[in-house]
């Protein structure tokens, strides 16, 4: 079966010349297709009945989106569809993010449609969160019939050239003949190889003419482009060459990132780790992927990560990451990052490798096949009596870990502390509840005070940190995992951005279960102002003037209480620490309908530790003014 491993340039794509070559329907890891049923050669449908039908035999299950001129024959045949579920959405931006919160909770391809001009275009910032996050998502575009092309046609947007920089790939399509291949091709590309969103946009024209339908597709019609082949397996002598180093090395570290979850290779590295005994860390996009509470986690690394994960990265001799791209918001500056590391790198997607920091075995392959083998080796390594001696460096990290443990304060006034909030909803929460975070405050107190144990239990924004994420991805998740609790934790900004589709979760049974962080400001950018431009809070207020931290009800506007209640949901309103746990409790027991709790907190808390921004990790603040003390001898290179 082919794989894509990495993802199509646009200089690449060769657009717009047309290639037939046979493909597979999906990738490894896709659930894949339903059972495909050959259709009676000869049949004759219209562009919009062969879309809906393509979609079915795809495996596709869920669609949200919502209608508009250009896409409407499209919706007719989906009406007599008894194997697609359509939601429809308040706002496309909505039906991106839940299609994307689909895919990341159940490992499916999600899927998202929307007419052109302004419906289309409300689309590119879930696309660009998705490429961001290797997230597979199909998003099916109407666009204006063909001979209308390039005249600025109503609501006419080239939404392929818009798109080309933030889709996995994306087609036009004027022929009804080519929707069944190109849908084909659109859920092999988005979830094999590196996965990622790949855009469908089709001609009214094209929906609404006949042609004959056969399934599979007699032709995969999406431009030419660089042949996507499967990663060979691990290169051999790379694998045995990162096993030298690993138990050569005194200082190592597993720099895990969301590769692995993609991979589903959880169970491979829970091997390696405890074989090799070496500390894991698990950046933002990968947890779950390795146990919280084994003894061997050491926390998350970056700009809030864990004191221990942070300096353990700097100080050690041997970094070994899998699936992991070391963005900024990891390595700090740079040129000081790890200085003293040699840097195993293994990824699906070569043009990772060595675009950041440098790798000094540089490993190509899909990461369940890349832990997999490094496991054999290291056996193979032992079984020659060369192991490991971490001895001293555990004993570094077990003292920073009780140094410098996550913590918080709570307020002196008798207020909530946000990260007591989080804290206690993770608690209480039922065993393999998802957790879908917003982007700010709430989203790192979340990574640091919630659990995860198992994969597929944390959704975010990683790369594009985009804010309104929570409710509709938390919205896409319960679609797919019905039988799952999903709880949004979303700050007050954060949840004004999307809260309209706690409609479409109120219509379409979707009983999910949201958290508002209300502090009455953008916390984060709050936070920033109040350490780097002299608490001059230029417009991050939310709240009424002069109501502070510790506003009472009906001080705030909006009152998310009566707007939860305007909107069909259960709403509930918490600001007594006394509370907390009822409130919670009260919240978890409501399963018929989404549930709106107003966390009334304390304003000025902050986010801790911290590596401020173009900084070494090296200065990270365990607290605000605590810089930690590592000792004399603790030294990188000692």
Not at 438 to 449: D, E, I, L, S
Not at 515 to 540: C, D, E, H, K, P
């Amino acid at each position: 079966m082919e794989s894509t491993t990495q993802r199509t340039h646009p200089a690449e794509s060769g657009r717009p010349v047309l290639g037939t070559a046979p493909a597979a329907l999906a990738g490894p890891r896709q659930s894949g297709p339903g059972p495909v049923r050959p259709q009676p050669q000869g049949t004759r449908l219209t562009g919009a009945a062969a879309l809906v039908r393509a979609l079915e035999e795809a495996g596709c299950e869920t669609v949200f989106g919502i209608p508009g001129g250009a896409i409407l024959p499209a919706y007719d045949p989906l009406m007599d569809s008894a194997r697609l579920r359509h939601v429809l959405v308040r706002h496309e931006q909505g039906a991106g993010h839940a299609a994307t919160g689909y895919a990341q909770a159940t490992g499916k391809v999600g899927v998202c449609m929307a007419t052109s001009g302004p419906g289309a275009t409300n689309l590119v910032t879930p696309l660009a969160d998705a490429y961001l996050d290797s997230v597979p998502v199909v998003a099916i575009t109407g666009q204006v019939p063909a001979h209308l092309l390039g005249t600025d046609a109503f609501q006419e947007v080239d939404i392929v050239g818009v798109t080309t920089p933030i889709t996995k790939h994306n087609v036009l399509v004027t022929d009804a003949q080519d929707i069944p291949g190109t849908i084909a091709e659109a859920f092999r590309i988005a979830s094999t190889g590196r996965p990622g969103p790949v855009l469908v946009d089709i001609t009214k024209d094209a929906l609404q003419a006949t042609a004959v339908y056969s399934w599979p597709p007699r032709r995969i019609p999406l431009p030419a482009r660089r042949p996507a082949r499967r990663p060979a397996r691990p290169h051999p002598g790379r694998i045995r060459e990162a096993a030298r180093l690993i138990t050569s090395a005194r200082r190592p570290v597993l720099y895990v990132g969301g590769g692995v979850l993609k991979a589903r290779a959880t169970a491979e590295l829970k091997v390696l780790a405890e074989l090799t005994g070496a500390p894991v860390t698990t950046t933002l996009m990968a947890l779950g992927a390795f146990p919280d509470s084994h003894p061997l986690h050491v926390g998350m690394p970056g700009m809030h990560g864990s004191v221990t994960a942070v300096t353990a990265l700097q100080k050690a001799d041997l970094i070994v990451a899998l699936g992991a791209r070391f963005d900024d918001r990891v390595t700090g500056r740079l040129d000081s990052f790890a200085p003293h590391a040699k840097i195993v790198h293994a990824d699906i997607d070569p043009a990772e490798i060595g675009k950041n920091r440098a790798a000094d075995v540089p490993i190509v392959g899909d990461a369940r096949e890349v832990v997999a083998d490094l496991v054999q080796a290291v056996r193979k390594e032992h079984a020659e009596g060369r192991t490991g001696d971490y001895a001293a460096w555990w004993k570094d990290l077990d003292r920073w870990r009780a140094t410098y443990p996550l913590g918080y304060d709570q307020p002196g006034d008798g207020s909530l502390a946000p990260q007591a909030v989080i804290e206690r909803i993770g608690k209480l929460a039922p065993e393999g509840t998802i957790f879908a975070a917003g982007v700010g405050q709430h989203q790192m107190w979340a990574a640091h005070f919630i659990d995860f144990e198992q994969p597929a239990t944390w959704l975010n924004s990683g790369g594009a940190g985009t804010m309104g994420y929570a409710v509709p991805a938390a919205m896409g998740a319960k679609a797919g995992a019905p039988g799952r609790t999903v709880w949004a934790i979303d700050g007050d900004g954060c949840f004004q951005m999307t809260s309209q589709e706690l409609v479409t979760c109120v219509l379409n049974d979707i009983p999910i279960k949201v958290a508002v962080i209300n502090n009455g400001a953008l916390g984060m950018v709050r936070q920033w102002q109040t350490l780097f431009y002299g608490r001059r809070y230029s417009n991050t207020a939310l709240a009424a003037p002069g109501t502070g931290g510790s506003a009472r009800p009906g001080t705030r506007v909006p009152d998310f209480v009566k707007l939860a209640e305007a909107m069909g949901c259960v709403a509930l309103r918490c600001e007594d620490p006394a509370d907390l746990d009822a409130v919670i409790a009260k919240a978890n027991a409501i399963d018929d309908r989404p549930v709106v709790v107003d966390f009334v907190v304390h304003q000025d808390a902050m986010v801790w530790p911290m590596v401020a921004a173009g900084t070494s990790n090296d200065e990270i603040m365990a607290a605000r003014d605590v810089r930690p003390d590592f000792g004399a001898g603790e030294q990188a290179g000692s």
